[in-house]
């Protein structure tokens, strides 16, 4: 496996796989689905990110703009796995990993690569328990598609998502001066 991360010893997991349906701590009904076809929940996507709070944005992700939303969905979407919480009809989180290569060709051997995570959960949706979910079926859903190792990268001071990063396995592999990147192994 070629890594250019330090990644830990021990695989982390198993997950559960999407599709499922859970009750979040608001006692609202909340669908979790993988997008095989990306495009076909694009429209949704763009529309969640359109409402997401600019203060909460991370590392310049997600733009402002519906325009340069739709414009960085469709540049990962080809190649990107993608996870949708939805309540009703909204969508209301967003994870996604996008390969970590220059080599396209790279990404049919999904093991053989690193991808990175990104998530996001509306704020009239967050601390319900919904980013857990969403980040442990799309892990499942990964490992089911041969992917065994995911990195990111958080801002030093975010605790709420440090921790539930640790929680479902993922570890600290370094530091910048702003950002913490941590790891996972997946079974």
Same mark, same amino acid.
């Given at each position: 496996?070629?890594?250019?991360?330090?990644?830990?010893?021990? $695989?982390?997991?198993?997950?559960?796989? $999407? $599709?499922?349906?859970?009750? %979040?701590?608001?006692?609202?009904?909340?669908?979790?689905?993988?997008?095989?076809?990306?495009?076909?929940?694009? %429209?949704?996507?763009?529309?969640?990110?359109?409402?997401?709070? $600019?203060?909460?944005?991370?590392?310049?992700?997600?733009?402002?703009?519906?325009?340069?939303?739709?414009?960085?969905?469709?540049?990962?979407?080809?190649?990107?796995?993608?996870?949708?919480?939805?309540?009703?009809?909204?969508?209301?989180?967003?994870?996604?990993?996008?390969?970590?290569?220059?080599?396209?060709?790279?990404?049919?051997?999904?093991?053989?690569?690193?991808?990175?995570?990104?998530?996001?959960?509306?704020?009239?949706?967050?601390?319900?328990?919904?980013?857990?979910?969403?980040?442990?079926?799309?892990?499942?859903?990964?490992?089911?598609?041969?992917?065994?190792?995911?990195?990111?990268?958080?801002?030093?001071?975010?605790?709420?998502?440090?921790?539930?990063?640790?929680?479902?396995?993922?570890?600290?592999?370094?530091?910048?001066?702003?950002?913490?990147?941590?790891?996972?192994?997946?079974?």
């Amino acid at each position: 496996m070629v890594g250019t991360r330090p990644y830990p010893d021990e $695989p982390a997991g198993p997950f559960p796989s $999407p $599709p499922t349906t859970f009750e %979040d701590r608001e006692e609202r009904t909340i669908e979790l689905t993988a997008e095989a076809d990306f495009e076909d929940a694009l %429209d949704d996507v763009v529309d969640m990110y359109a409402h997401f709070d $600019p203060t909460d944005r991370a590392q310049g992700i997600p733009p402002t703009g519906e325009s340069r939303i739709r414009n960085w969905l469709e540049t990962i979407a080809d190649e990107s796995v993608n996870v949708v919480a939805r309540h009703g009809e909204d969508v209301v989180a967003h994870a996604t990993l996008v390969p970590d290569t220059d080599d396209p060709s790279s990404i049919e051997d999904r093991g053989d690569i690193e991808w990175e995570l990104a998530i996001f959960v509306l704020q009239d949706y967050q601390r319900a328990g919904i980013g857990t979910k969403l980040l442990e079926h799309l892990l499942g859903h990964a490992s089911d598609i041969g992917i065994e190792q995911v990195w990111l990268t958080v801002e030093r001071w975010n605790n709420p998502a440090i921790a539930l990063y640790e929680r479902v396995g993922f570890e600290s592999t370094g530091t910048e001066s702003f950002e913490q990147e941590m790891a996972i192994q997946l079974e």
